[in-house]
Structure formats: structure tokens, C-alpha cells
């Protein structure tokens, strides 16, 4: 098991009913991102409107120009041409969503169809630019996919992933220890897994992943409230789970740490 | 299959054994062909509570399935008394069932088949450590059959068995019957499990015990 503990902040604010949405502004992104840096985060997942390339170059130049975090654009329901647009800014990685999208979003439902002949492509995308790919993975199907990508010889081990719990709509699982445990000991040999929990129980689950060799994914966009009620900015969520590994004897990795076990 | 084949594939059924339970296996079936076919009254049809992400031997199958749509099935196959069967192959379909549940559009019992094995991002491990983490999670008032493709679905049908559930199988979930060794027919697969059920003390439904199981009219 890694010593080092790799800490994602996805900084956003878009999901949740009645958290002021801050991020339309790159300053404001770019400094909520850097306190998340400061109190242990390597990597900040971002997003911006699909289409708005020019809010994704701006959101990146914003962050390079204040901190040597990592970033990862969270574009899983991005068309290959968007991803085009906006990998050429360079980002370490990118999300890739290797199962149907079927989320019940409060802003609506998102529905979205993930061919293979489209992930290969994304794959060779990330190739020709040196992009990680970052699977995300909602259910066990989502590892047969992954697997075939494997097989196709498209991707490269270490598997970077993001398993997520307690999202709504079809792709929910349940955002409890039982299910933490039995997901991540069906994930393949050579993963690299970030535990991101949606719920009043995130604590719990983040928690299992740093017990168990696992990392984690925490910030405004995932479940922005530290305790039932009580609002937590990125570098609370970052500070508090830095804290708990580190009593449970887990390191937070650097930027040039993470890069080094992801293989970049 | 053409929509038209339907009526003629219903009536040779009817005549052949005129008492079986008829399930439309229609779950990748938009709601336009299921209206054309809904007057043929199966006693039951599929409705998949998530997106189709399969990759089947000839071609990968995906359908979007939204929230919207599963209502409508719903509503359509209440408004004609066919009994809805819902296909659960993760964790997630069962938050969309709730959802049908909170919306009180679903009668208790609720029938499901939990299906292990399938390839694609649908998939899950046809393994009894993932029937019994999924029987786990079903609502209270299911009746669920189970179905897995793969040689350990003999495995997986026995322990539904002695879980309280049900079995489904056939040339279509597995054909073989042992590995390299092709079922001879259905019947082959079906009897196996007859066999295997009394040992364990549970007996096959009738048709009509099946209905009041399923809370057929």
C-alpha cells in the first residue's frame, strides 16, 4: 500500500441547491483551487460550459499562473470534438466516463451514451497530447469496460480512476462503507482509485479509502457540507482529510509525488 | 425483431401451451413499439430501469433510458394490465425504481430480474459475493428472478434458490450446459433446476401459484 495519499479537490460549486455558485469568474476559481493546493490537494478538477473554450483557457491560466497543481478538466460528458478544443491547453488529465451517463441532477436529469469506438478514440487523444485519462467508474460494470481497454492495449497501467458513490439517477450506488469495500476489491491489479462521495456519510467513506490504500477526492462539487448543514470551502474539506490520513499514517503526496505514481 | 413478428410469435405460444406466463423481453424497446404491441397483452413485459450499455458478440447495444421514458412505459403497461418485469443489473437501476416507487406508479410486489455476467458497462461479476451484496439492497416486497450469463449461473440460480428467489435460465442467458457441452433445449436447463430446487426444498410454481406470487390478476 502507497504511503503517499494523493488529495483531488473538485472545486466547483455547480450541483448542490442553495451553495452560491462562484466559479464563472477564473480569479475566483483560481483562488478558491490554490487555498485547496496550500492545505494538500496535487490535483484540481475543473470545469467550465462545454462549449466556452475560451473560460477553459482562461480557468487554466488563472491556475498555472498561482499554483503547480495538477489539473484535470472534468469533461466525462464532453463530445470528442469539444475534447479536442480544450486538450491543446494542456491539462494532466482528463475525465473519461466509460458507462452510460444517467445522473438526476437538480438542474435536470444527464443522459449521455458512451460508444467504445468514441473512448477508443478519446484514448488516442490522450495519447497524441501525454493527457491521463481518469476513468470514472459509478458501478463494477464500469471495471469490464476498463478491462477492454486494457486488452485493446489503449491505455496504460497504472489505471487512474475516480469511484464515485451516492450520486442520483441510475449511476447511484449506495454511499456506505459495504458498498466502498465491495467495489474497491473488484477494481484490477495497478489501479490508482480517488474515493469521491456525494452524502452526509463522505467522511466515512474518504476515510475507508485512506485505511484502505486508497485516495481521495473531496470539495464544494462532490458534497460541499462538512457535517449536515455546515458549509466547508475547498480547503476545509482538503485540510480536515489531510489531518485524519495523516493520523492514520498516510503522507500527502506533492504535485511531482502524485505525477511520478500516475506516470506522468 | 420486426414489431409485426409479435402477434404471429404470442399466438403460436398461446396455442402450443395455452396456460404460460408470457414475458415481452422489450427493455430495449422504445415507447412507440411497445404501443403497437401492448394490445397483444403479455402477462408481463421488460423495462430496463438504466441505459442499455451492452457489448453483445455482433455489435455493442446502447439505449438511453430516461426517467421520463421508464414513466411512460410504466403508465402504458398499467393502463393495459401487463405487469411490469424491471430489469436490475446494478445498484443504480434501484434508485430509479425507488424514484417509481415514491410516485407510487409501481404495485407491490415488485417483480425484478438481477442479471450478472453481462458483458459490457452494464456488466457485474457473476459471483455470489455480488448476488448476495445486490439481493441485499432490493426493496422490501420484490420478487426477483435472477439471470446470469456465464457457466456459474448454475452456482448463482442455486444460491436464489435458497435465498428465497427466483430462477431464470435458458438458451439465451447461457447456453451450455456444462462447459464446451451445449444445452440440448431449454427444457434440459429448466429441468436441472426443477431438480435442483426440491433437493433444496423448495418446490416449482405452478402458473397460478406464479400469479399469485407475482400478483398477476
Known amino acids: 500500500m502507497s504511503k503517499l495519499m494523493i488529495i483531488n479537490c473538485a472545486a466547483d460549486t455547480s450541483m448542490h441547491d442553495g451553495v452560491e455558485k462562484r466559479f464563472h469568474d477564473s480569479e475566483v476559481l483560481a483562488s478558491s483551487v490554490k487555498k485547496g493546493w496550500e492545505a494538500g490537494s496535487c490535483i484540481a478538477h475543473i470545469h467550465a460550459p462545454p462549449t466556452n473554450y475560451e473560460a477553459w483557457e482562461n480557468h487554466t491560466k488563472a491556475i498555472r499562473d498561482c499554483c503547480p497543481v495538477m489539473l484535470q478538466y472534468g469533461i466525462s460528458t464532453q463530445t470528442l470534438e469539444q475534447r479536442r478544443e480544450v486538450v491543446k491547453f494542456q491539462p494532466e488529465m482528463m475525465s473519461v466516463a466509460v458507462g452510460a451517463h444517467n445522473m438526476a441532477f437538480l438542474q435536470g436529469d444527464v443522459m449521455m451514451l458512451h460508444p467504445r469506438d468514441e473512448i477508443a478514440d478519446m484514448m488516442k487523444l490522450c495519447a497524441d497530447y501525454n493527457v491521463k485519462p481518469e476513468f470514472e467508474v459509478f458501478s463494477i460494470g464500469e471495471l469490464w469496460m476498463i478491462n477492454d481497454l486494457l486488452e485493446k492495449d489503449l491505455i496504460k497501467t497504472p489505471v487512474l480512476m475516480t469511484v464515485f458513490f451516492g450520486r442520483p439517477g441510475g449511476a447511484w450506488s449506495p454511499a456506505t462503507m459495504k458498498e466502498f469495500l465491495h467495489r474497491v476489491s473488484a477494481l484490477p491489479e495497478d489501479s490508482i482509485y480517488i474515493t469521491s462521495v456525494t452524502g452526509n456519510t463522505h467522511l466515512n467513506l474518504e476515510t475507508m479509502a485512506v485505511m484502505e490504500g486508497g485516495h481521495v477526492r473531496v470539495g464544494t462539487e462532490d458534497e460541499p457540507f462538512l457535517t449536515p448543514g455546515v458549509f466547508g470551502d475547498n480547503p476545509d474539506h482538503v485540510n480536515r482529510i489531510a489531518n485524519i490520513a495523516k493520523l492514520l499514517g498516510r503522507e500527502i503526496a506533492s504535485v511531482d509525488e502524485a505525477k511520478a505514481m500516475i506516470g506522468l | ?217
Open chain 2, 1 to 217: 425483431m420486426q414489431l409485426d413478428s409479435w402477434e404471429p410469435f404470442t399466438n403460436a405460444v398461446r396455442e402450443a401451451c395455452p396456460e404460460i406466463l408470457i414475458q415481452f423481453g422489450i427493455a430495449a424497446m422504445g415507447l412507440p413499439g411497445r404501443k403497437k404491441i401492448v394490445h397483444l397483452k403479455p402477462d408481463m413485459a421488460s423495462i430496463a430501469l438504466g441505459s442499455h450499455d451492452f457489448a453483445f458478440v455482433d455489435a455493442d447495444l446502447l439505449v438511453e433510458h430516461s426517467r421520463q421514458e421508464i414513466e411512460d412505459q410504466v403508465r402504458l403497461f398499467n393502463d393495459n394490465g401487463v405487469h411490469p418485469e424491471f430489469e436490475c443489473f446494478n445498484l443504480g437501476h434501484l434508485w430509479n425504481l425507488e424514484w417509481l416507487l415514491e410516485k407510487d406508479l409501481v404495485k407491490n410486489p415488485v417483480v425484478l430480474t438481477i442479471f450478472f455476467g453481462w458483458p459490457g458497462g452494464f456488466w457485474s461479476p457473476a459471483t455470489l459475493k455480488e448476488l448476495l451484496h445486490r439481493i441485499e439492497h432490493l426493496p422490501k416486497n420484490s420478487v426477483f428472478s435472477v439471470s446470469a450469463a456465464g457457466l456459474s449461473n448454475v452456482a448463482l440460480e442455486t444460491v436464489s434458490i435458497i435465498q428465497g428467489g427466483h430462477v431464470r435460465v435458458g438458451t439465451e442467458d447461457e447456453p451450455y450446459y456444462t462447459k464446451g457441452v451445449l444445452a440440448e433445449d431449454n427444457a434440459q436447463l429448466v429441468s436441472r433446476m426443477v431438480r435442483i430446487s426440491k433437493e433444496l426444498g423448495r418446490e416449482p410454481a405452478t402458473v397460478e401459484e406464479t400469479k399469485q406470487i407475482l400478483g398477476l390478476n
